[in-house]
Every structure is written in structure tokens, then in C-alpha cells.
């Protein structure tokens, strides 16, 4: 019984130590002659350093990549560094007089994490049921494998004030229709969906002549965001049960941008949606 007691100390305090395991963070030398560059692969939203001896600048009214590090002769300390998208950068900071490199370059995996949790962030989250059943898992693996294919459908694709929303693929699969979306965003700002639909048109003939719409809500969405940041592409998978459609209707997808006005239609023919791949 004691040597049980002991044992499970011991592997308790073992998972607790590698719960704990601090991040070694790499270390920036700088000098108060020159100024040492780090460029990020975000814009930099905020910069803090935990000394006065040490000054990181960066613009703060026009969000910019690369931030200035100087420093005074002192102790060392730490810098930490915000993204525009909250992933978080930390590095130790100390002070040398003779500088080995005056630039650094830092990519992605550098980063330490994100200062909200990844999973609360609907540009990356799958919507999708709580409880993944079968069907639901389908609709994962086999959107995943149509963003990895090169196939396209044809040439649909419409464009305002440097949005471009394009339709790559339209697969038909067993009882549903899988619609392969790219959003491009050629702009300098940043672009936040309201929302992304599809519809039915349907012209009403006579003297009174109307247009009936009616909306055709995806039974699941893959790698839908709620933002597309300035010159960033994304691509994601719209699944929705299948249809077809006459020669008096046409079918619309529509993409909404919240508080703004930069809001595209693109009509896709009736052959694509009658004639998938």
C-alpha cells in the first residue's frame, strides 16, 4: 500500500511538471546606436517592454509589420508583441554594445499562443452539430479534400472595391451539393462578413413582374470566418442538400459585409448547378 502511495506521487508530480514546463523564449540583443527591426507576419496592434531601459517603437495610428528595439546599458528584461490577429510574441531583451545582427524576420511558429482561445475564434472554427456524428465527420473529410484539389467548374466570380467572390467547384455527392467559395480581399482594409447566403430567384411573368426569393440554408459550413484580413484569401466549403433549377430561376450567392457597404451578387448559371462535377 505504501509503495502504491509513493507511485502516485510520484506520476502526479510528474504530469504536474510537464503541465508546467515554461516556454524558452529566444533572446534580442540591441544598443542605443543602432536600431534592431523585427518584422512580424501580422501588424503589429501592441508592443510592451518590462523595462525603461529598453524602447520598442512601432506605429500606433497606422497599423504597420516591424517595430524599432533600442536599448541602455542595464539589466535585462522582456518584450512582448500583439498581432492585428491576437497571436502573442515574447522574447527576452538584452542590452549588447557590439551587434551581431540588426534584423530579424519572424514567422508564425514563433508565436506563443493567441491572447483569446483559438477555438473562440469563428474564422477558424467549423460550424458544425456539438455531438459530430458520422454524417457530420463525412461533411469534414470531404470538404477538407475538395480546398485540396486544383478542379474548377468554370468561371464564376464577381468583384467590388477589391472583393472578389469566386465559386471554384460545385460536387455533387451522394444526396447533397458541395460549393468550393473563395473570398479574396485585394483591399487595404480589412473586410467583416455579415453574412454569406444562397437563394433562388424566381421571375414572375406578367405585367406585374416580381422577383421571388427564396434562401437555401447550408446543412454544413466548412472553414467559414467572420473576417478576411487586407490581401488575405480564404477558402471554405458551403454544404447544402440538392437541387435543381428551371429555366425561369437562377440561383445567387450573396456576400454581406457588416457595418460597410462593400457587398457583391453572384448569379451562377443554371447548367453549374444542374451539371456538377
Known amino acids: 500500500m505504501k509503495n502504491f502511495i509513493l507511485i502516485s ?19 534580442i540583443y540591441a544598443n542605443d546606436q543602432k536600431n534592431v527591426a523585427l518584422f512580424f507576419p501580422q501588424p503589429i496592434r501592441q508592443g510592451i517592454t518590462g ?6 517603437t512601432y506605429n500606433r495610428e497606422k497599423e504597420q509589420y516591424f517595430g524599432l528595439l533600442q536599448a541602455k546599458p542595464g539589466m535585462e528584461s522582456n518584450l512582448l508583441v500583439v498581432n492585428r490577429n491576437g497571436s502573442v510574441f515574447s522574447y527576452i531583451v538584452k542590452y549588447k554594445k557590439q551587434l551581431d545582427r540588426l534584423n530579424y524576420f519572424i514567422p508564425k511558429s514563433k508565436s506563443i499562443g ?13 460550424e458544425s452539430n456539438k455531438e459530430l456524428g458520422n454524417e457530420v465527420y463525412y ?16 468561371r ?24 468550393v467559395i473563395q473570398i ?34 447550408p446543412i454544413f459550413k466548412y472553414n467559414s470566418p467572420s473576417k478576411v484580413a487586407e490581401n488575405e484569401t ?16 437562377r440561383t445567387v450567392l450573396e456576400l454581406n459585409e457588416k457595418n460597410g457597404e462593400r457587398n457583391l451578387k453572384l448569379k451562377i448559371l443554371r447548367r453549374f448547378i444542374n451539371n456538377p462535377n
Not at 462578413?193 to 406578367?206: A, P
Open 9 to 27: 506521487i510520484f506520476l502526479f508530480g510528474t504530469t504536474f511538471t510537464k503541465a508546467q514546463t515554461p516556454i524558452i523564449l529566444d533572446t
Open 139 to 154: 461533411y469534414q473529410k470531404f470538404s477538407s479534400y475538395l480546398l485540396d484539389r486544383k478542379q474548377r467548374i468554370g
Open 51 to 56: 523595462s525603461e531601459n529598453f524602447v520598442f
Open 234 to 249: 480564404v477558402r471554405l466549403v458551403y454544404v447544402l442538400p440538392k437541387f435543381s433549377i428551371s429555366n425561369d430561376r
Open 114 to 126: 493567441n491572447e483569446k482561445p483559438i477555438v473562440a475564434d469563428s474564422a477558424k472554427v467549423n
Open 184 to 217: 479574396e480581399n485585394k483591399s487595404t482594409l480589412d473586410y467583416d462578413l455579415n453574412f454569406l447566403k444562397f437563394s433562388v430567384e424566381t421571375r414572375q411573368k406578367g405585367k406585374r413582374k416580381s422577383l421571388q426569393r427564396l434562401y437555401h440554408e
Open 156 to 179: 464564376i466570380k464577381k468583384r467590388n472595391e477589391g472583393i472578389v467572390l469566386s465559386i471554384e467547384n460545385i460536387v455533387f455527392d451522394k444526396d447533397e451539393l458541395y460549393f
